[in-house]
């Protein structure tokens, strides 16, 4: 099954299942760590382009296990 985690994504921001799951464990084990994460460190700690992280993150804001505070370049996601 494959998950669209944006409105209109691109091909490249389109994951599947399993792979979000598993990239929701890391970041969820990064936020445990630290305060907050951005776009930036999340690309750091998994292979995702900068489309697909922001795709990525905006799911977990519409999932409700993350807030987005911020904009541009000061955006940064906190544990809901």
Known sequence: MR?????KPSRSAV?????YLRLRS???A?????KSITNRELRGITRLTYDQAIAFLN?????????KRGRFG???YIRA
């Open 59 to 67: 799911h977990m804001c519409e999932e409700k296990r993350l807030v």
């Open 3 to 7: 998950m669209q985690l944006c409105k």
């Open 15 to 19: 994951l599947a299942e399993p792979e």
């Open 74 to 76: 000061g955006t940064h």
């Open 26 to 28: 890391l970041a969820e």
């Open 30 to 34: 990064y936020l445990h760590q630290h």
